[in-house]
């Protein structure tokens, strides 16, 4: 801490900025004692799993003692705090719309994944870890039978549990699905895979507490079929830049299937909405005016004006 104190009084800054929540003891406690406010930028919510909400008491003394200021990557993530002493701002995580424009972007070629044409591919772009909803998602386009039957999954991302990953294998051939569900192991450039596909998927059976992947299809101009619990809610205009379905259940997700391909004919306008969205809310440089605007404003000790866009 003592490193940090120096180079904090050796470069007076305007505040201290944190993201990772292992930081924010050792950053605030320099910060505080060098009479600088710390804000920390929360990744994801609060967890409910310590008895008595010990987590959460801490974190609220903590923001009250040593001057921290939580900014939540969402309204969900913001509810997850206590809000007693210090109350969290949402605070939008942004995305360059420049590196994720479609138009500057060349999609990988489908046959390259031995897809064609007349094949709807939903793509899903998250770690092979089991609260990211790759099962459910097989099992809804399973019982979709023929209804579903141009539906290809593309699943991008690396086995976190080898363990999942071999039974992810094992349902799909089980299911008769080795042909339609594709996974591509982790990619090093998302976007030409993204624009390769046509509707982009967060079917996280948790709560998502923001959704970066949700922001960057949106930027691409993908429509999204995500869960509403969480982050999504807040990104995704459920009819006009995607579908929110309500319940990580089979039966549930099969319906969104339904209204997503009913809408085939809008995906593009929906996908165009989507990014005009995520332009005016999420882009990078919005985000950075936003987050000057916050330290000018406690700086100045003026009321608290940030433009929530919700």
Request: glycine fraction near 8%; include cysteine.
């Amino acid at each position: 801490m003592n490193e940090v104190a120096q180079l904090i009084d050796q470069s007076k800054p305007d505040s201290v900025i944190v993201r990772m929540p292992n930081l924010v003891p050792i950053a605030s406690m320099a910060a505080h004692r060098a009479g600088v406010i710390t804000y920390w930028i929360i990744p994801n919510a609060i967890s409910d799993h310590y008895p008595l909400k010990l987590n959460k008491w801490m974190y609220d003394f903590w923001f009250s003692w040593f001057s921290v200021e939580p900014l939540a990557n969402s309204a969900f993530t913001s509810g997850t705090l206590l809000n007693r002493k210090v109350k969290s701002r949402v605070f939008y995580l942004g995305i360059d719309s420049q590196e994720f424009c479609p138009t500057s972007v060349l999609p990988v070629q489908r046959s390259s994944f031995g897809l064609d044409g007349s094949d709807l591919v939903f793509g899903v772009f998250a770690r092979l870890v089991p609260e990211k909803g790759q099962e459910l998602l097989i099992r809804a386009i399973a019982e979709g039978g023929t209804e579903f039957g141009s539906v290809k999954l593309l699943l991008c991302g690396g086995p976190y549990y080898q363990e999942y990953q071999q039974h992810l294998v094992s349902l799909i051939e089980a299911l008769g699905l080795s042909e339609r569900v594709i996974l591509l192991g982790p990619v090093q450039e998302i976007s030409p895979v993204c624009l390769a596909c046509d509707v982009v998927v967060n079917a996280r059976v948790d709560a998502e507490p923001f959704g970066l992947s949700v922001i960057e299809a949106m930027m691409l101009e993908k429509p999204v079929l995500a869960h509403s619990l969480g982050g999504p809610s807040e990104t995704v205009v459920d009819g006009i830049t995607g579908w929110l379905f309500d319940e990580p259940t089979v039966a549930c997700l099969k319906e969104a299937i339904r209204r997503v391909l009913r809408d085939r004919d809008r995906w593009a306008l929906m996908g165009e909405a989507g990014r005009v969205r995520a332009i005016d809310r999420f882009d990078i440089s919005r985000v950075a005016v936003d987050l000057c605007s916050i330290v000018a404003e406690r700086r100045s000790g003026a009321s608290p004006n940030i433009h929530r866009y919700i």
